[in-house]
């Protein structure tokens, strides 16, 4: 098992920026992937951005490319997501993810283990 706590969510106006953590504690050896996801009221979940777990190959979704970034610094520290230039379609809760293959990389069925996910709201 492999357990993900997300932190760093909150209430920004557009424009600006946040930064979200993913800290994965358990049996992370088998992680190969850590990705982003985000859902909307009424809306699915969407992939958002992925790392592999030594922080190399990164993936973006269009619509955040340019504007976040996922990083890793070494297999100890926790995923981020750096998003700035924030708009109101950005609101959704954020979920961090593990997976153990680039299959599906994009989406949700292709991770295994999900947190519980942290709101980001964005107002005009």
């Known amino acids: 098992q492999v357990q993900l706590v997300e932190s760093g969510g909150g209430l920004v106006q557009a424009g600006e920026s946040l930064r979200l953590s993913c800290a994965a504690s358990g049996r992370t050896f088998s992680t190969y992937v850590m990705g982003w996801f985000r859902q909307a009221p009424g809306k699915e979940r969407e992939f958002v951005a992925a790392?592999?777990?030594?922080?190399?190959?990164?993936w973006y979704a269009d619509s955040v490319k340019g504007r976040f970034t996922i990083s890793r610094d070494n297999a100890k520290n926790p995923v981020y997501l750096q998003m700035n230039g924030l708009k109101p379609e950005d609101t959704a809760v954020y979920y961090c993810a593990a997976a153990t293959s680039l299959t599906r990389l994009v989406h949700t069925s292709g991770y295994a283990y999900w947190g519980q996910g942290t709101q980001v709201t964005v107002s005009l």
């Open positions: 790392i592999i777990w030594s922080g190399g190959s990164t």
